[in-house]
């Protein structure tokens, strides 16, 4: 009873068998999306995350039971959830060192994964204090194996140098930089040799994301259980007895990824809602197609005894024979598409899927029987309950739209209820579309008959206008399709849109570099070479400012190159406008490149050691010391020393002269610049040059002449007084600076106002007067300000001997992520490289994209097959049609034309509309739905609601050219048929 009706329509089961197919294969992608795509891309995210934004480092002073601290720590940590790997170093504080190149050594065991570069690690067995030195470190204090180097009083004899073989692991994290800094390390020693260095080390536990366990559902709990961590272990006598320091931002970076991933999966029930009602939609018209094909087969049935039961059973056991497989097939493509996914998601698809469209069938089935017995009910009283009850949806649908959209844009995180606020307004959009089609079709028949009389145009128009019933289902999977790619299209823009600004505002530059540790500047500082790709590079400075009871981030960057070097920040940020209220520095005395040769004359009262060293500035507003050399003195006698002290670029803004006195009694002194020589040219001196002591000394009235100097008593002290003449007109002014328009309000300032700022962490003061305002500050997406580099430095040149060394580079470059790699790289993972367009969390918006794109692909197949469907079914109530019209004279080439435009009418107007209505629920939702996902773009920069414009055209007409095709297919053999042989006369 099964194969003869299967035989008899192949053509319309295998169809709704593709329909099953289609649908599993939807669904079963859509879940693959949800469960392993957003698990891979939160991995991803966590793999490439900062340094200090993935883990976290928890230290305390090593106790005087270190067994029993460990067995203690280790108990809190087993407490904390799957998701979690936990790293334990010992470290020492950083240790006073006698190299003068650096302050400070960090010292740890010989315990991590390292590579020799050179040497052999420490016997432990040596009676002397051995230990291997990071190689950057060992390359900046010029020492190598077989050299000793003196900490905290330690001699320590060097056996080597070593590199961590993979800069990235958790043990190397905290570690300072070789290559800059006035902290060093670590030096790894025997761990029986820490005792030697008279302090009690650090015990330190660095916790990272596992990425092989951790799953989006575990991050809120990891994030509350990290946040907590410190002051449990803190009130644990036995693994703290001074206090718990942390650093990292591991558990804000957890919460801010958990909050992200359930923005992200408010958007899914979009796609899946609209899939399902698609597949219902088109379900339930394949099988009213191929129930109303059996109603003669019915009476027949009926005739030779077959109960309704038995009708609906065989129309049950025909339709299960198919669409079981169909759904099974379908549920494995979308497994094979999106591996990973769990066995019994393509499971559950498949029995839904078959069970639906088994109801559906068996819905269709039981209705065209029953009129095929006889049993139906007034026609009229159907038409009323029907209208009845389709007013009452759209009301209810209005109210539900209206309120979940309210919700949607008032609430601070979407709900359950108004995250469907997208569906439900696609919903009623698509119910106005479909009533207003029929007379947008009607009124273009009307006017086209005025005006294109005889056409084929008109005479589709009219067959369309008059015949929407028979295309209403193909109308609303359109509509649907439409409206879910213009979601796809404006989610996948709008995220994009705002994952570049918030990039631009929060990195602030291409490529930014952060050397922590960096300290003063000195004269072994050597600029780090920049990849060849860098279009321009700065040094910046980049600390925050404490102003009244207010901490505001400051970027200081030179304002020459800060329009080459900053980012726009979605045109927010007016650079040039930036590095015109900032100013320019004073010139300084230029310098054409080359040896940098000085004239200094001395005259002392008694022998001293006397250094003398040039500070210059270079185009990016750092200030450097270039060279530092020796000056012979002798009792009583005037000389004149030439001190070459290297090659020099860009200004020469000072000159130091160190004085150490070891006698008893005070130094009379006196120093002048006599010639300034650099690159063989001879340069012209200003006449009016400051001068500023720092130390014990007095300082007195400049000598007689024109050349530059001074004259000091110097007290007795072995620590030296620094004697600074310099050509700038260093005074009181106060120091440009620009403001993001909210911390100005926030401070309560405005342009021209002063400032009085304290570097957080020292006594350095400045008087800041505010030169303009900005939008936003690139680099300091919360608030900030920027200063010109070179005129903060002048200002600190008055106030210290010591300057702080820039402790960033902002690059400019075309390959942003290439950049950062040779950066990372060359460092050895010792500096933090963050590049514009690294990964972050709004890369955990792509499932959300992806399912979005594969919904509407998903919905564009089943448009597809609805307009198949309904060629069949119009083919079929039309069978006499194309007899009379050959009758009339019309040849068969117009019978495929009026077809066509008949659907292609249907197709482009439902299209057209559909996607209107995408676009107006995205003006509506995507917005507040996008900030969810991509947070970080500051309330200045106005961004709306941006579309990807290739993909939603490429799908469309994807999706217009398939269905008229495969439409033309189906419905040129009917017209064939019912039209009669081909006419052949000439």
């Keep these: 009873m099964i194969a003869l009706p299967l035989r008899r329509r192949r053509g319309p089961i295998l169809t709704l068998a593709l329909v099953a197919l289609v649908v599993s294969a939807a669904l ?78 960090i010292v740890g065991p010989d315990d991590g994964q390292l590579r020799i570069v050179d040497g052999t690690k420490p016997d432990a067995a040596s009676s002397v204090a051995q230990g291997i030195l990071r190689a950057d470190a060992a390359e900046r204090l010029g020492l190598g194996a077989g050299d000793a180097l003196t900490i905290a009083g330690v001699a320590v004899m060097l056996t080597g140098t070593w590199e961590p073989a993979d800069p990235n692991a958790p043990e190397w994290f905290g570690d300072p930089s070789g290559a800059a800094g006035d902290v060093v390390g670590p030096l790894l020693v025997d761990p029986a040799q820490l005792a030697d260095f008279g302090v009690a080390p650090f015990a330190q536990w660095v916790l990272t994301p596992d990425r092989g366990t951790i799953t989006p559902s575990a991050l809120g709990v990891l994030a509350h259980d990290l946040a907590v961590l410190p002051d449990a272990l803190e009130h644990d006598p036995a693994v703290s007895e001074r206090g718990i320091v942390t650093t990292g931002h591991l558990p804000d970076t957890l919460a801010d990824l958990a909050e992200t991933v359930a923005s992200v999966e408010t958007l899914f029930p979009v796609a899946v809602l609209l899939i399902v009602i698609a597949s219902l939609i088109v379900l ?161 028949e009307r006017l086209s008959s005025r005006r294109l009389r005889g056409a084929l145009l008109p005479f589709a128009l009219r067959h369309v206008s008059r015949g929407m019933p028979l295309y209403a289902s193909v109308v609303v999977t359109l509509l649907l399709a439409g409206s879910l790619a213009a979601l796809a299209s404006a989610y996948s823009g709008t995220t994009a849109e705002r994952r570049d600004v918030a990039s631009a505002a929060a990195v602030g530059t291409d490529v930014r570099v952060h050397t922590p540790f960096a300290g003063q500047v000195s004269a072994r500082d050597a600029k780090p070479a920049a990849p060849a790709d860098v279009r321009a590079a700065a040094s910046v400075l980049s600390e925050p400012l404490v102003i009244g009871e207010s901490t505001v981030p400051m970027i200081a960057i030179g304002s020459a190159l800060l329009p080459d070097v900053m ?242 580079r902002w690059l400019a470059s075309p390959r942003p992520d290439s950049t950062a790699r040779a950066l990372t790289a060359a460092s050895a993972g010792s500096d933090s490289v963050r590049a514009r367009t690294s990964a972050d969390a709004s890369a955990i918006a792509l499932p959300a994209s992806l399912a979005l794109w594969g919904g509407a692909i998903g919905a564009a197949a089943l448009a597809v097959l609805a307009v198949v469907a309904a060629s069949l079914s119009i083919s079929r109530a039309r069978r006499s049609e194309p007899l009379i019209l050959r009758g009339l004279g019309l040849p068969r080439p117009a019978l495929r034309g009026i077809r066509s435009l008949e659907l292609l009418v249907v197709i482009a107007v439902a299209l057209v509309l559909g996607v209107g209505c995408g676009v107006a629920v995205s003006l509506l939702t995507i917005d507040v739905l996008a900030a969810g996902v991509v947070p970080g773009v500051p309330a200045a920069v106005g961004l709306g609601v941006g579309f990807s414009v290739l993909p939603l055209a490429g799908l469309l007409a994807a999706t217009a050219a398939v269905a008229l095709v495969c439409s033309l297919l189906v419905a040129g053999t009917g017209t064939r048929r019912a ?4 006419d052949t006369r000439s």
């Excluded at 200090?52 to 106790?63: I, Q, S």
């Excluded at 169909?326 to 549920?331: D, F, L, R, S, V």
């Excluded at 029995?351 to 089935?365: D, K, N, P, R």
């Excluded at 039209?979 to 081909?982: T, V």
């Design 28 to 105: 079963t992608g859509l879940a693959g999306i949800l469960s392993v795509t957003t698990t891979q891309q939160l991995r991803e995210v966590l793999a490439h995350s900062e340094p200090d934004a993935g883990t976290m480092l928890v230290k305390t002073r090593v106790t005087d039971d270190p067994g029993a601290q460990r067995l203690a720590a280790a108990e809190h940590f087993r407490r904390l959830p799957v998701g979690i790997t936990v790293t334990e170093t010992v470290r020492s504080p950083p240790l006073p060192t006698a190299e003068s190149v650096v302050d400070s050594v």
């Design 284 to 444: 339930s018209q394949f099988t009213r197609l191929v129930a109303s094909l059996r109603a003669a087969e019915f009476t027949l049935l009926r005739a030779r005894g077959a109960s309704l039961p038995q009708l609906v059973g065989s129309a049950l056991a025909e339709a299960g024979a198919v669409n079981v497989v169909a759904a099974a097939i379908g549920a494995g493509i979308g497994a094979l598409v999106v591996p990973g996914v769990a066995a019994w998601i393509p499971l559950l698809v498949t029995v839904a899927v078959t069970v639906l469209s088994g109801i559906l069938h068996a819905a269709a089935t039981f209705a065209v029987a029953r009129r095929a017995l006889g049993r139906t009910t007034a026609e009229g009283t159907g038409r009323r309950s029907r209208s009845i009850l389709a007013t009452g949806a759209v009301v209810v649908l209005v109210a539900f739209a209206a309120v979940s959209v309210y919700r949607l844009r008032s609430e601070a995180a979407p709900g359950p209820f108004s995250a469907l606020a997208p569906t439900l307004t696609v919903l009623l959009l698509c119910v106005l579309a479909l009533a207003v089609i029929g007379p947008i079709v009607g009124a273009a």
């Design 567 to 808: 980012s726009p920040v979605g045109g927010a940020a007016d650079r040039s406008g930036i590095a015109s209220a900032l100013g320019s520095p004073d010139d300084g005395i230029p310098l054409p490149g080359g040896a940098l040769i000085l004239d200094v004359r001395i005259t002392a009262a008694h022998a001293a050691d006397v250094t003398v060293r040039a500070w210059t500035r270079g185009a990016d507003g750092a200030f450097q010391v270039t060279g530092a050399a020796v000056a012979p003195t002798r009792a009583g006698k005037s000389q004149t020393a030439t001190l070459e002290l290297g090659d020099a670029g860009g200004a020469l803004v000072g000159v130091d002269v160190i004085i150490v006195n070891p006698g008893a009694e005070p130094l009379s002194v006196s120093a002048t610049v006599e010639a300034v020589r650099s690159g063989g040219q001879s340069l012209q001196l200003p006449a009016a040059w400051q001068s500023f002591v720092f130390g014990d000394a007095d300082i007195g009235n400049p000598p007689a002449g024109d050349a530059p100097g001074f004259a000091a008593a110097i007290a007795p002290t072995l620590l030296g007084a620094t004697m600074r003449l310099t050509p700038l007109h260093a005074d009181a002014r106060p120091v440009p600076a620009v403001l993001d328009a909210g911390t100005a309000r926030r401070l309560g300032v405005a342009t021209g106002d002063a400032l009085v700022a304290r570097i957080e962490g020292s006594g350095r003061t400045v008087t800041l007067a505010v030169a303009g305002t900005t939008p936003v500050v690139p680099g300091a997406p919360d608030g900030g300000l920027i200063v010109d580099l070179a005129q903060l430095n002048e200002r600190f040149f008055t106030t210290s001997d010591a300057l702080p060394r820039p402790n960033e």
């Design 979 to 982: 039209a009669g042989p081909r």
